[in-house]
């Protein structure tokens, strides 16, 4: 089978798509055949290196978590899974940017009607990392939160969350993505040299939680708003959140498939929009972390196999 492999920490240039031996499932695992998967900022640290104290890698290595697909063998002990199914979920061995990828049982769901294949293959991470940082604030009805990054994989669906539970929500983003905020009841504010003075204004008032996306000086911005450590939560800028003791839950805090079908159930409906920016075939993966590394997309970029 074809899968996604990389023989030594770098750039881009060291990803490669190799025929690799297909994997068998075993007691409580299943083989699925990939149908899309999605590609993660995460994944460019691991591969570069940089976050080698907290996730080494041995080499060969492969990436992905996200994953959608067919189930085509089960082992022994499967449980709730049969031949044939649709499911979506995840895995924790860097092993989705395959053709076929074996999953634990408990790790996915039926994939519901109505959901997209590649919505489903782009779910996990930025969902239950989405879902986290909504938990970790803990807007109600009568706040106010900002959200950086607010147009893109996590930050799309972080707003949206965090709508849903009644609170007013200040998108950053480029303007190009201020109207689809708009459109989902946020309030978009253009980032860059300013902005604290421009939340302030979208705000008319005290800014109450921030949820920082996309690192790069956006834990001191919410300081300077006013915002109270326990209710900043950042996924990318950890020394700055350990200077004001902020928060910095990731997916883990909800890495579950609990949590991963609340979230399908909620886009099936339509009561969730995953936006998928642009997808590429397997072969194509150093294109797609091209645009991803580019930092400027609207949604999820999906690998489809």
């Known amino acids: 089978m074809k899968a996604v492999r990389f023989h030594e920490y770098g750039g881009i240039d060291v990803l490669r798509g190799e025929e690799v031996e297909c994997p ?4 409580g695992k ?9 590609i993660q900022p995460g994944e ?8 080698h104290d907290c996730w ?16 085509v063998e089960v082992g022994p002990q499967v449980r709730g899974v049969a031949v044939g ?67 893109g994989g996590v930050g799309s669906l972080a707003v949206q969350l965090a709508r849903r539970r009644g609170a007013t929500v200040i998108g950053l983003a480029s303007e190009r993505n201020h109207t ?16 604290a003075e421009r939340i302030r204004q979208a705000a008319g008032g005290n800014v109450d939680a921030f949820i920082d996306t996309f690192g790069d000086g956006y834990v001191e911005l919410a300081v300077e708003l006013g915002v109270r450590p326990e209710r900043i939560n950042t996924i990318r800028d950890w020394q700055a959140a350990a200077k004001v003791d902020a928060r910095t839950y990731e997916e883990g805090s909800a890495a579950c ?30 294109d797609a972390f091209r645009e991803l590394e580019q930092g400027h997309t609207h949604g999820k970029i999906v690998l489809r196999p």
């Open 24 to 27: 068998v499932s075993g007691p």
């Open 180 to 195: 689809w905020l708009k459109d989902r009841g946020v309030v978009p504010v253009a980032y860059r040299e300013g902005a």
């Open 257 to 286: 498939a609990v949590v991963v079908g609340e979230l399908a159930r909620l886009a099936a409906r339509g009561e969730l929009e995953v936006p998928i920016a642009r997808t590429y075939p397997l072969e194509q993966v150093r």
């Open 44 to 51: 460019v640290m691991i591969r570069q290196g940089a976050r």
């Open 85 to 151: 199914d649709e499911v979506l979920g995840f895995t924790h061995n860097r092993a989705s940017h395959a053709e076929f990828v074996v999953v634990d049982d408990v790790n996915v769901v039926s994939r519901p009607e109505g959901l997209s294949w590649d919505v489903a293959g782009a779910l996990y991470v930025a969902g239950t990392t989405a879902y986290t940082t909504v938990f970790a604030v803990d807007p109600g009805p009568t706040d106010t939160v900002v959200v950086s990054g607010a147009a």
């Open 30 to 38: 299943m083989l699925v055949e990939v149908r899309a998967a999605g």
């Open 56 to 71: 080494p890698t041995r080499f060969p290595s492969g990436q992905g978590s996200d994953l959608a697909g067919v189930v």
